[in-house]
């Protein structure tokens, strides 16, 4: 995504999704999680883990038909 924005023009944005992603890295003691979210920076000092939806299992798929 970031060599999207850099690709496209727009350097700024792609530097600040990397300082982003960085920053929750260190966070998470460098084990980020499936997702993340859900407060701005400002409202939390450090980003906290989102939980999946209750029948999102990592790994395990359906079979297919």
Not at 15 to 40: K, N, Q, Y
Request: proline share 15%.
């Amino acid at each position: 995504m970031a060599a999207g924005l850099a690709r496209t023009g727009h350097p700024q944005a792609a530097a600040r999704l990397i300082d982003g992603v960085l920053a929750a890295a260190r966070a998470f003691d460098h084990r980020l999680p499936e997702l993340w979210g859900g407060a701005t920076r400002a409202n939390t000092p450090t980003p906290s883990p989102t939980r999946p939806p209750a029948d999102h299992k990592p790994g395990r798929r359906r079979p297919s038909p």
